[in-house]
């Protein structure tokens, strides 16, 4: 599982509150991934990071906001956080020797 | 942008079949192509990366092969069983965007005892 957690695993929250989610990996994993996976949808690229405070926007980034401060650590931000941004949550790492990608177990949160 | 579509949608099959998905893409430069499986409310598991300069991957009873001139990718499951049951998911690299992955809406693929 490339040593990849999420949390929360599970979140409510209400409209126009500020929401953080964290990824956490143990392997020095250069390349990180926040996906967002929505029915009718699939998987969509929120924002990436490939190092410690670089950081990229992907197709869906309007409402988030990243930071990458250590290696380990890639934190998605949703500053105002609405009801479009109800989803199941995934973030991911690049494997530098196999190039595959790994994804953690997931967060789901609900902005009602 | 880079189009990943999966075909069928839902497939249904009765236990020992041999069967195939199918996932084309638009834009024939891609670096590589992964295949993924998600159980419900679970998480994704990679099965099978592909690389751009190869022509299939094997592992156990699933075969991924790529046909980057097409713009096609097929993967190949031996003998189903009841826990192949999963959504399967293709995924394209293009090599940039620090090497993002276009994912296609997935095979949602039950295999009846």
């Known amino acids: 599982d490339a040593g990849i957690t999420q949390s929360p695993r599970h979140k409510v929250t209400e409209t126009g509150t500020p929401v953080t989610l964290r990824c956490h990996q143990t392997e020095n994993h250069r390349y990180m991934y926040w996906y967002r996976q929505d029915p009718g949808h699939g998987l969509r690229l929120i924002h990436y990071?490939?190092?410690?405070?670089?950081?990229d926007k992907g197709e869906v980034s309007d409402g988030y906001s990243v930071s990458r401060s250590k290696t380990e650590d890639f934190l998605l931000t949703l500053e105002s956080a609405t009801s479009s941004q109800t989803s199941v949550y995934f973030c991911?790492?690049?494997?530098?020797?196999?190039?595959?990608?790994?994804f953690g177990p997931g967060t789901r949160l609900t902005v009602t | 942008k880079q189009e990943v579509t999966q075909i069928p949608a839902a497939l249904s099959v009765p236990e020992g079949e041999n069967l195939v998905l199918n996932c084309s893409f638009t834009d024939s430069a891609i670096y590589n192509l992964q295949w993924f499986r998600q159980d419900p409310g679970k998480g994704l598991t990679s099965l099978l990366l592909i690389q751009s300069s190869q022509r299939e991957q094997t592992s156990g009873r699933l075969n991924a092969s790529l046909d980057k001139s097409s713009g096609r990718s097929t993967l190949y499951i031996a003998a189903s069983q009841p826990g192949d049951s999963a959504t399967y998911l293709c995924a394209v690299d293009k090599g940039n965007s620090g090497y993002a992955l276009n994912f296609g809406k997935g095979t949602s693929l039950l295999v009846t005892p």
């Open positions: 990071s490939y190092g410690v405070k670089d950081t």
């Open positions: 991911a790492i690049r494997d530098r020797d196999g190039n595959e990608q790994y």
